[in-house]
T-cell receptor, first 114, second 112 residues
Framework: DAMVIQNPRYQVTQFGKPVTLSCSQTLNHNVMYWYQQKSSQAPKLLFHYYDKDFNNEADTPDNFQSRRPNTSFCFLDIRSPGLGDAAMYLC?????????????FGPGTRLTVL | SQKIEQNSEALNIQEGKTATLTCNYTNYSPAYLQWYRQDPGRGPVFLLLIRENEKEKRKERLKVTFDTTLKQSLFHITASQPADSATYLCAPQDPGTYKYIFGTGTRLKVLA
């Protein structure tokens, strides 16, 4: 039944230790997004894939990378997590990038950096 | 740059009343605007989409208005229930980049 799945739901890492978050979808959507959301803040778009085409936001730090090996899966890599990277990471999908295309979000991964 | 403002303070209302949440945006003119619901520790869930040429959109107990002159959208929940307690995010679309930009949300608490 789940359409957008994120693993793990909770991730604890140490300062500077690389971490990978994963997202999978059963909707066969073309577009996959990664957002960062800190407490009481708006979800902030980090980047998105339109099919295989990677689109980075201008203010996304180089510390954040992403991979999309196939339609169903997308990964968020944080190369050297800092304390400021502790947040909820949300994966979302949409069929296309048109105005009427709604986004389907996963449950999120809560990242803690020690 | 685009700016979206939603009431940062929580809105408490009594069960059965109508909740009205406000979303104001500046520095752009979205053709589409979406509203999402987010429960604590969960991802947002899509509720409604409204186009710039639609003044109002309804879905069951939900109603959204879109005033492009005022640059404002209002989100109403009629006959509110405790289960409606959540944070509600508005997301106007940036027509230049097609991306939806989320507001910080308004936390609604419906008291039994």
């Amino acid at each position: 039944d789940a359409m957008v799945i994120q693993n793990p739901r909770y991730q604890v890492t140490q300062f500077g230790k690389p971490v990978t978050l994963s997202c999978s979808q059963t909707l066969n959507h073309n577009v996959m997004y990664w957002y960062q959301q800190k407490s009481s803040q708006a979800p902030k778009l980090l980047f998105h894939y339109y099919d295989k085409d990677f689109n980075n936001e201008a203010d996304t730090p180089d510390n954040f990378q992403s991979r999309r090996p196939n339609t169903s899966f997308c990964f968020l890599d944080i190369r050297s997590p800092g304390l400021g990277d502790a947040a909820m990471y949300l994966c979302a999908t949409s069929s296309d990038r048109g105005g009427t295309d709604t986004q389907y979000f996963g449950p999120g991964t809560r990242l803690t950096v020690l | 740059s685009q700016k979206i403002e939603q009431n940062s303070e929580a809105l408490n209302i009594q069960e059965g009343k109508t909740a009205t949440l406000t979303c104001n945006y500046t520095n752009y003119s979205p053709a589409y605007l979406q509203w999402y619901r987010q429960d604590p520790g969960r991802g947002p869930v899509f509720l409604l989409l409204i186009r710039e040429n639609e003044k109002e959109k309804r879905k069951e107990r939900l109603k959204v208005t879109f005033d492009t002159t005022l640059k404002q959208s209002l989100f109403h929940i009629t006959a509110s229930q405790p289960a409606d307690s959540a944070t509600y995010l508005c997301a106007p679309q940036d027509p230049g980049t097609y991306k939806y930009i989320f507001g910080t949300g308004t936390r609604l608490k419906v008291l039994a």
